[in-house]
Protein backbone atom coordinates (compact mmCIF):
# COMPACT_ATOMS: atom_id res chain seq x y z
CA UNK A 1 0.00 0.00 0.00
CA UNK A 2 1.12 3.28 -0.65
CA UNK A 3 2.83 5.38 2.43
CA UNK A 4 3.77 9.08 2.73
CA UNK A 5 5.34 9.52 5.77
CA UNK A 6 6.03 13.41 6.45
CA UNK A 7 8.73 14.65 9.16
CA UNK A 8 10.37 17.99 10.35
CA UNK A 9 7.95 19.96 11.12
CA UNK A 10 8.57 21.54 14.95
CA UNK A 11 8.34 25.21 16.45
CA UNK A 12 10.83 28.24 14.97
CA UNK A 13 10.58 31.55 15.78
CA UNK A 14 9.62 34.47 12.69
CA UNK A 15 12.16 34.67 10.64
CA UNK A 16 13.36 31.03 10.91
CA UNK A 17 13.78 28.50 8.75
CA UNK A 18 12.23 24.28 8.54
CA UNK A 19 13.06 21.78 6.58
CA UNK A 20 9.72 19.01 5.79
CA UNK A 21 10.74 15.62 4.57
CA UNK A 22 7.94 12.90 2.73
CA UNK A 23 9.50 9.49 2.42
CA UNK A 24 7.34 7.94 -0.17
CA UNK A 25 6.99 3.59 -0.49
CA UNK A 26 5.40 1.37 -2.09
CA UNK A 27 5.01 3.05 -5.50
CA UNK A 28 7.58 4.11 -8.37
CA UNK A 29 8.44 7.27 -6.76
CA UNK A 30 9.67 8.81 -9.68
CA UNK A 31 6.69 8.53 -12.27
CA UNK A 32 4.59 10.93 -10.20
CA UNK A 33 4.45 14.66 -9.08
CA UNK A 34 4.26 15.54 -5.62
CA UNK A 35 2.57 18.61 -3.65
CA UNK A 36 2.88 19.73 -0.53
CA UNK A 37 -0.79 21.20 0.95
CA UNK A 38 -1.81 22.64 4.46
CA UNK A 39 -4.07 23.65 6.66
CA UNK A 40 -3.74 26.09 9.57
CA UNK A 41 -5.95 25.93 12.63
CA UNK A 42 -9.78 26.64 11.97
CA UNK A 43 -8.94 27.06 8.36
CA UNK A 44 -8.91 25.41 5.06
CA UNK A 45 -6.92 23.30 2.62
CA UNK A 46 -4.23 25.11 0.80
CA UNK A 47 -1.97 24.23 -1.82
CA UNK A 48 1.61 24.99 -1.04
CA UNK A 49 3.67 23.50 -3.96
CA UNK A 50 4.06 21.07 -6.18
CA UNK A 51 6.57 19.12 -8.16
CA UNK A 52 7.19 16.89 -11.34
CA UNK A 53 8.32 13.23 -11.03
CA UNK A 54 11.53 14.06 -12.44
CA UNK A 55 12.21 17.24 -10.64
CA UNK A 56 12.35 19.51 -13.23
CA UNK A 57 9.06 21.34 -12.71
CA UNK A 58 8.20 22.95 -9.72
CA UNK A 59 5.24 25.37 -8.84
CA UNK A 60 4.40 27.54 -5.63
CA UNK A 61 1.56 29.71 -4.08
CA UNK A 62 1.69 33.29 -4.14
CA UNK A 63 2.18 33.25 -0.23
CA UNK A 64 4.98 31.14 -0.69
CA UNK A 65 6.77 31.58 -3.46
CA UNK A 66 10.31 33.20 -2.92
CA UNK A 67 10.41 31.95 0.13
CA UNK A 68 9.82 27.74 0.61
CA UNK A 69 11.93 25.75 -2.04
CA UNK A 70 10.50 22.19 -2.75
CA UNK A 71 12.88 19.21 -4.19
CA UNK A 72 13.09 15.57 -4.69
CA UNK A 73 15.47 12.98 -4.50
CA UNK A 74 13.89 10.03 -6.86
CA UNK A 75 17.06 7.71 -5.46
CA UNK A 76 15.74 8.38 -1.96
CA UNK A 77 12.28 8.51 -2.85
CA UNK A 78 11.97 11.53 -0.74
CA UNK A 79 10.27 15.23 -1.40
CA UNK A 80 11.92 17.94 0.55
CA UNK A 81 10.15 21.66 1.48
CA UNK A 82 12.90 23.64 2.35
CA UNK A 83 10.36 27.02 4.47
CA UNK A 84 12.78 30.30 5.26
CA UNK A 85 11.18 33.25 6.16
CA UNK A 86 8.84 31.70 8.21
CA UNK A 87 5.74 33.75 9.37
CA UNK A 88 2.91 33.08 12.18
CA UNK A 89 0.77 32.77 9.05
CA UNK A 90 2.55 29.32 7.68
CA UNK A 91 1.35 28.01 11.56
CA UNK A 92 -0.21 24.71 10.30
CA UNK A 93 0.06 21.54 9.54
CA UNK A 94 1.57 19.87 6.08
CA UNK A 95 0.54 17.39 4.43
CA UNK A 96 2.24 16.22 1.05
CA UNK A 97 0.41 14.10 -1.33
CA UNK A 98 0.84 12.46 -4.39
CA UNK A 99 -0.46 13.67 -7.44
CA UNK A 100 -1.73 11.52 -10.57
CA UNK A 101 -4.39 12.98 -13.26
CA UNK A 102 -7.24 12.33 -13.14
CA UNK A 103 -6.91 11.21 -10.05
CA UNK A 104 -6.13 14.42 -8.47
CA UNK A 105 -4.49 14.13 -4.69
CA UNK A 106 -5.80 9.97 -4.16
CA UNK A 107 -2.78 9.72 -1.44
CA UNK A 108 -1.61 11.92 1.72
CA UNK A 109 0.25 11.54 4.36
CA UNK A 110 -0.09 11.91 7.57
CA UNK A 111 0.97 15.59 8.03
CA UNK A 112 3.58 17.52 10.25
CA UNK A 113 2.66 20.55 12.35
CA UNK A 114 4.82 23.67 11.75
CA UNK A 115 4.20 26.19 14.67
CA UNK A 116 5.87 29.57 13.88
CA UNK A 117 5.69 31.78 17.31
CA UNK A 118 7.61 34.05 19.49
CA UNK B 1 -7.12 31.56 -10.00
CA UNK B 2 -10.13 29.68 -10.25
CA UNK B 3 -11.84 30.39 -6.89
CA UNK B 4 -14.01 27.60 -5.24
CA UNK B 5 -16.64 28.13 -3.68
CA UNK B 6 -18.46 25.91 -1.49
CA UNK B 7 -21.97 25.70 0.14
CA UNK B 8 -23.72 25.71 2.58
CA UNK B 9 -21.02 26.54 5.40
CA UNK B 10 -22.38 23.78 7.78
CA UNK B 11 -25.29 21.16 7.13
CA UNK B 12 -26.93 19.41 9.59
CA UNK B 13 -28.89 16.08 8.44
CA UNK B 14 -30.01 13.31 10.56
CA UNK B 15 -28.61 9.74 10.32
CA UNK B 16 -29.95 7.66 7.40
CA UNK B 17 -30.89 10.75 5.22
CA UNK B 18 -29.34 12.22 2.24
CA UNK B 19 -27.04 15.60 2.21
CA UNK B 20 -26.52 17.68 -0.74
CA UNK B 21 -23.20 19.54 -0.81
CA UNK B 22 -22.45 21.98 -3.32
CA UNK B 23 -19.32 23.61 -5.10
CA UNK B 24 -19.44 26.09 -7.28
CA UNK B 25 -16.08 26.90 -9.44
CA UNK B 26 -15.07 30.97 -10.66
CA UNK B 27 -14.44 29.37 -14.54
CA UNK B 28 -15.17 26.28 -16.37
CA UNK B 29 -13.03 23.39 -14.46
CA UNK B 30 -14.29 20.91 -16.88
CA UNK B 31 -14.69 17.47 -15.19
CA UNK B 32 -11.42 18.04 -13.29
CA UNK B 33 -13.33 18.60 -9.60
CA UNK B 34 -12.44 16.40 -6.58
CA UNK B 35 -13.68 15.62 -3.15
CA UNK B 36 -12.10 14.91 -0.11
CA UNK B 37 -13.37 14.21 3.38
CA UNK B 38 -11.56 15.64 6.31
CA UNK B 39 -11.98 13.93 9.72
CA UNK B 40 -9.84 15.46 12.96
CA UNK B 41 -6.45 14.22 13.37
CA UNK B 42 -6.73 12.32 9.98
CA UNK B 43 -5.25 12.89 6.39
CA UNK B 44 -7.70 14.17 3.78
CA UNK B 45 -9.46 11.33 2.15
CA UNK B 46 -10.51 11.27 -1.50
CA UNK B 47 -13.69 10.41 -2.56
CA UNK B 48 -14.59 11.49 -6.10
CA UNK B 49 -12.08 12.91 -8.73
CA UNK B 50 -13.44 13.53 -12.37
CA UNK B 51 -16.46 15.09 -10.55
CA UNK B 52 -17.95 11.63 -10.46
CA UNK B 53 -15.53 8.60 -10.60
CA UNK B 54 -15.66 7.09 -6.99
CA UNK B 55 -12.07 6.56 -5.58
CA UNK B 56 -10.66 3.07 -4.96
CA UNK B 57 -12.60 1.64 -1.39
CA UNK B 58 -15.52 4.92 -1.28
CA UNK B 59 -18.95 3.27 -0.35
CA UNK B 60 -21.48 3.70 -3.35
CA UNK B 61 -23.57 5.79 -1.28
CA UNK B 62 -21.01 8.65 -2.15
CA UNK B 63 -21.86 9.90 -5.64
CA UNK B 64 -20.76 13.26 -7.30
CA UNK B 65 -22.29 15.05 -10.36
CA UNK B 66 -21.91 18.50 -12.29
CA UNK B 67 -18.76 19.95 -15.16
CA UNK B 68 -17.79 23.07 -15.68
CA UNK B 69 -18.79 25.31 -12.72
CA UNK B 70 -21.60 23.48 -10.85
CA UNK B 71 -20.92 20.66 -8.87
CA UNK B 72 -22.55 18.19 -6.15
CA UNK B 73 -21.64 15.78 -3.48
CA UNK B 74 -24.42 13.42 -2.72
CA UNK B 75 -24.34 11.52 0.19
CA UNK B 76 -26.91 8.62 0.69
CA UNK B 77 -28.13 6.77 3.45
CA UNK B 78 -26.04 9.13 6.11
CA UNK B 79 -24.21 6.90 8.27
CA UNK B 80 -22.19 7.86 11.68
CA UNK B 81 -18.39 7.64 9.92
CA UNK B 82 -19.63 10.44 7.16
CA UNK B 83 -19.93 13.17 9.79
CA UNK B 84 -16.94 15.23 8.84
CA UNK B 85 -15.51 18.09 6.88
CA UNK B 86 -16.05 18.15 2.95
CA UNK B 87 -13.97 19.95 0.57
CA UNK B 88 -13.80 20.45 -3.53
CA UNK B 89 -10.70 20.90 -4.95
CA UNK B 90 -9.81 21.83 -9.13
CA UNK B 91 -7.07 20.70 -10.77
CA UNK B 92 -8.09 22.09 -14.25
CA UNK B 93 -6.29 25.33 -14.10
CA UNK B 94 -3.04 25.08 -12.45
CA UNK B 95 -1.00 26.10 -10.60
CA UNK B 96 -2.55 26.78 -7.81
CA UNK B 97 -4.39 24.00 -7.06
CA UNK B 98 -8.11 25.47 -5.30
CA UNK B 99 -9.61 24.17 -2.71
CA UNK B 100 -13.23 25.18 -1.76
CA UNK B 101 -13.58 26.37 2.00
CA UNK B 102 -15.26 23.24 3.25
CA UNK B 103 -18.22 22.02 4.32
CA UNK B 104 -18.88 20.84 7.87
CA UNK B 105 -21.51 18.21 8.09
CA UNK B 106 -23.15 17.65 11.36
CA UNK B 107 -25.51 15.32 12.83
CA UNK B 108 -28.99 16.77 13.33
Known amino acids: EVQLLESGGGSVQPGGSLRLSCAAS????????MSWVRQAPGKGLEWVSG????????YYADSVKGRFTISRDNSMNTVYLQMNTLRAEDTAVYYC???????????WGQGTLVTVSS | EIVMTQSPATLSVSPGERATLSCRAS??????LAWYQRKPGQAPRLLIY???TRATGIPARFSGSGSGTEFTLTISGLQSEDFAVYYC??????????FGQGTKLEIK
Open chain 1, 97 to 107: ARYDYPRAFEY
Open chain 1, 26 to 33: EFTFSNYG
Open chain 1, 51 to 58: ISGSGGAT
Open chain 2, 27 to 32: QSVSSN
Open chain 2, 50 to 52: GAS
Open chain 2, 89 to 98: QQYDNWPPYT
